[in-house]
């Protein structure tokens, strides 16, 4: 009988095979709980899973959209800025060599400098309201999409920028039905990877200055010693970057599917 009300070995199998990071999420989850309750670990060293969702449930829901609410209003006004800013100085550094010597190694520059040590001086300067904030997280978010969408623009064939310039195709051609297409592929890349460091920066901004927000909600839980509230915060900020990432692979599904790698159409 337990032979017969057992699955299938092909079900199994086909279930590893199609969500591996699921089960393996899974398993690290069981091991946690168990360690934690084996090893009778305090909670305010390392809470189980269990305490975590706990710990959540102690927080009324309405708190919990207060703080992410602020969290993603902030990262998303700061990643947009990022945008609005990275994407047309790439396409003056790819189109300059004169330019792209004098800007790059500055840009090179801020983002070499510590955005932690850098916050308090931001928020001295500019007050204590949302535009610090959104700097703080335009500056942590707007180096990869600069970078990597310059690379993208320069990647383009030398041979089909000598053909279109053959046919007396002007620099906006140019730049729209050559370089662009190739550089959709770097730019989606780009802006996946922001997407995360908005988030990040967002959290970084909200240790320096805030009286809402997942990051300064962490930072009270923990000055109390309430860990497991603290590690809730985090799956949901954990929870929010994976959402940005998706979502950003979406609009590249939709608007753009033969930027996507072939094994990802």
């Known amino acids: 009988m337990a032979a017969l009300n057992s699955p299938p070995p092909n079900i199994i199998r086909r279930i590893a095979t199609r969500f591996p990071a699921l089960l393996t999420f899974i398993g ?46 902030v990262a998303l006004m700061g990643y947009v800025a990022a945008i609005l800013v990275s994407i047309p100085m790439a396409v003056a550094l790819s189109s300059s060599k004169a330019l792209s010597r004098a800007i790059y190694p500055l840009i090179v520059i801020v983002h070499s400098t510590p955005i932690v040590a850098v916050a308090p001086i931001i928020v001295v300067t500019l007050g204590t309201s949302d535009l610090p904030r959104v700097v703080i997280t335009f500056l942590i978010t707007f180096f990869p999409i600069v970078v990597t969408t310059t690379t993208g623009l320069l990647a383009t064939p030398e041979e089909l920028i000598e053909l279109s310039r053959s046919l007396r195709a002007d620099r906006s051609r140019e730049f729209f039905h050559i370089r662009l297409p190739y550089a959709l592929p770097y730019l989606f890349s780009a802006l996946k990877i922001s ?21 300064y909600f962490i930072q009270f839980s923990t000055s109390f010693f309430k860990i497991p509230q603290g590690f809730a915060a985090l799956v949901v900020l954990v929870a929010m970057s994976l959402g940005f990432f998706q979502l950003i692979g979406l609009i590249q599904r939709v608007a753009a599917p033969w930027s996507l790698p072939k094994s990802e159409r």
């Open 28 to 73: 690290l989850l069981i091991v946690w709980e168990a360690a934690c309750r084996y090893f009778k670990v305090p909670t305010f060293l390392l809470p189980a899973p269990s305490g975590i969702v706990m710990g959540a449930m102690e927080i009324p829901l309405n708190l919990w959209l207060q703080h992410a609410w602020s969290t993603i209003r």
């Open 195 to 215: 997407t995360t460091l908005s988030v990040v920066g967002a959290v970084v901004a909200e240790f320096v200055a805030a009286e809402h927000g997942l990051g």
